[in-house]
């Protein structure tokens, strides 16, 4: 298997903050102002049904690959290849979302999917594999998709995130959380990272130690569920 495909990459390790890292994020953040400049031109029925099939396509895409080069690379397993973490499950949702236009699956990706997808983006687990692995292309293509999906439903179809919406978000997420610890235990796996911290460097080595971060994690996401709501929020109160 070449080197962009190996499984047990022995490219240099991800650095964070370095080019590899900002022109990714760089990029993410051009398309998302594209959306806001061009979001009235792309109102018009048919463009936003091209553009919807566009990046549902394209999340589809990313994660099929990746299954497929895990299978094919003998290296799926239960244990770390299933898309139960947060960020990973946020691209299958965006996909159901961007097709059945669901409001209330908006409500969720918009914290849920937003606030975990930028978080990974930030801060990558990727360890080995940096540029120009296929597994650096498909983490920065599918989370920045899901970037990119909530902030078209936002500009192009105005979905409007609510309180009520951040609440049973939070909700859903701990009812989530605690059903993957049963999991992990019961497969001896890490999804969600509730069981120990990454190997990599991370918000939560920020937060204490096992279990403690646990509860700082909590915290952390209803802050930061409220930054995501803020500018909505701001909007109503003095542009109404």
């Given at each position: 298997m070449h080197a962009p495909f190996q499984i047990h990459s022995n490219l240099h390790s991800f650095r964070l903050f370095s080019v590899e890292h900002v022109l990714p994020l760089g990029i993410i953040l051009v398309l998302c102002t594209l959306l806001f400049i061009y979001r009235r031109k792309l109102k018009e029925t048919r463009k936003?049904?091209?553009?919807?099939?566009?990046?549902?396509?394209?999340?589809?895409?990313?994660?099929?690959?990746?299954?497929?080069?895990?299978?094919?690379?003998?290296?799926?397993?239960?244990k770390e290849s299933l898309p139960l973490q947060l960020s990973d499950l946020s691209v299958i949702l965006a996909v159901v979302m961007l097709f059945t236009?669901?409001?209330?699956l908006f409500q969720f990706l918009y914290f849920a999917g937003l606030g975990s997808s930028i978080q990974?983006?930030?801060?990558?687990?990727?360890g080995r594999y940096s540029f120009p692995h296929f597994?650096?292309?498909?983490?920065?293509?599918?989370?920045g998709g899901v970037v990119l999906a909530c902030t078209f439903m936002v500009l192009v179809f105005n979905y409007y995130p609510t309180l009520?919406?951040?609440?049973?978000?939070?909700?859903?997420?701990?009812?989530?959380?605690?059903?993957?610890?049963?999991?992990?235990k019961w497969l001896g796996a890490n999804y969600l990272y509730i069981m120990k911290k990454p190997k990599s460097s991370s918000?939560?080595?920020?937060?204490?130690q096992w279990p403690w971060y646990l509860l700082s994690i909590e915290l952390v996401m209803v802050l930061s569920f409220y930054i995501l709501y803020s500018p909505f929020w701001i909007k109503r109160k003095y542009f109404h």
């Open positions: 936003r049904r091209y553009l919807s099939f566009f990046l549902a396509f394209f999340l589809s895409l990313s994660t099929a690959l990746e299954q497929i080069w895990l299978l094919y690379g003998h290296a799926w397993s239960l236009r669901s409001k209330k990974a983006i930030l801060t990558p687990d990727l597994e650096y292309f498909e983490f920065f293509v599918s989370h009520q919406g951040m609440w049973a978000t939070i909700f859903i997420v701990n009812l989530y959380s605690g059903i993957v610890f049963f999991l992990n918000l939560l080595d920020y937060l204490g």
